[in-house]
């Protein structure tokens, strides 16, 4: 196996505990409307599916509703849902070791929210690649995120591994046939699993640390 040169990060659910955020966030839309909260079903959805593929699943039974959705989501200011977020504590510990031997970037289903994500927590300065669901033809689970990425560093699906904890994740590595760590789903199909980054650095991949 090629040496590990790329370390890929999904967001909701893996750099944040942000199903609170996704919560509010989608249960004011659905206020705004008129319409009750998400039911617990909806909000696992919405968790790991693109804000467009969200809307259109919780107004699924509303579909006169959503294009007055997408108007009052456009307007919509996501900052007052940040507080609702919270950043894995050993998060930034491990982007640390991470540099400068590896390569980082973000494969998300996130769209304008993620690049002021990451310039509020501190983070951009780690991540030399962010690909969000804007930002490619076909959002996770298809390839062209994964792809855009091994382009951008000119590294080969063997010297990469993704970091998840959705089904979604695991069927977007399935499409390029990327390796992949399962981040607090022990449930989920995957070559590793671990329920804190630090953890990652005591994997296998990482042996050939100095």
Known sequence: MPELKLVI????GVMF?????NKMYYNNILEALGHPPMSDDELDYVHIHNVMQ???YILRHYPEDIERAEAFRADLDYHPFLQYMNMEPDLV????????RYDRAISTNRTTTMRNILDIFGLSQYFGKVVTAFDVENSKPHPDALIDILNHFDRKVEEAIYIGDSTVDREHC???????????NEGLD?????????????????DNVK
Not at 17 to 21: E, P, V
Not at 93 to 100: H, K, S, T, V
Request: with cysteine.
């Open 93 to 100: 510990e491990f982007l640390q070791f991470l540099m400068p």
């Open 17 to 21: 505990d942000s199903k609170n955020a």
């Open 9 to 12: 990060f999904d967001c909701d």
């Open 54 to 56: 969200s809307v259109r």
């Open 190 to 206: 995957a070559e590793y699993h671990v329920n804190s980054f630090m953890e990652i650095t005591r994997l296998p991949v990482f």
């Open 174 to 184: 399935n499409s390029v046939g990327m390796r992949m760590i399962a981040f607090k």
